[in-house]
Nanobody, 127 residues
Framework: QVTLVESGGDSVESGGSLRLSCAVF????????WTWFRQAPGKEREGVAA???????TYANSVTGRFTISRDNAKNILYLQMYSLKPEDTAMYYC?????????????????????WGQGIQVTVSS
């Protein structure tokens, strides 16, 4: 069983920064693929960033160069550092994990149904 708890969401102005955290309560933490998804009102859920057990990272084109996913194995926390935020980044952000997919699977459309999900956290970027 895996429990994921996100934190760090907020309302910021365009160009601002935020760091999302996802506390992970799990067994065999390091063997999963960990991903941040987001879903804006009226839009499909999309993969934002993913990291696998080897530390390989993959990003959506829309966030490449602005967002960084990382993982602190000692603290069991997944991070999403977001810079140069834009109004189109406004969404509910979810961390998710699965032992069954690869990083690239997170960016399929429609978005795959990962095994474990956090409750989601709101990020709002105003122009």
């Amino acid at each position: 069983q895996v429990t994921l708890v996100e934190s760090g969401g907020d309302s910021v102005e365009s160009g601002g920064s935020l760091r999302l955290s996802c506390a992970v309560f799990a067994y065999k933490y390091s063997t999963y693929v960990w991903t941040w998804f987001r879903q804006a009102p009226g839009k499909e859920r999309e993969g934002v960033a993913a990291i696998d057990s080897d530390g390989k990272t993959t990003y959506a084109n829309s966030v490449t160069g602005r967002f960084t996913i990382s993982r602190d194995n000692a603290k069991n926390i997944l991070y999403l550092q977001m810079y140069s935020l834009k109004p189109e980044d406004t969404a509910m952000y979810y961390c998710a994990a699965t032992p069954f997919y690869t990083c690239n699977d997170a960016f399929r459309s429609p978005s795959p149904d990962f095994t474990y999900w956090g409750q989601g956290i709101q990020v709002t970027v105003s122009s």
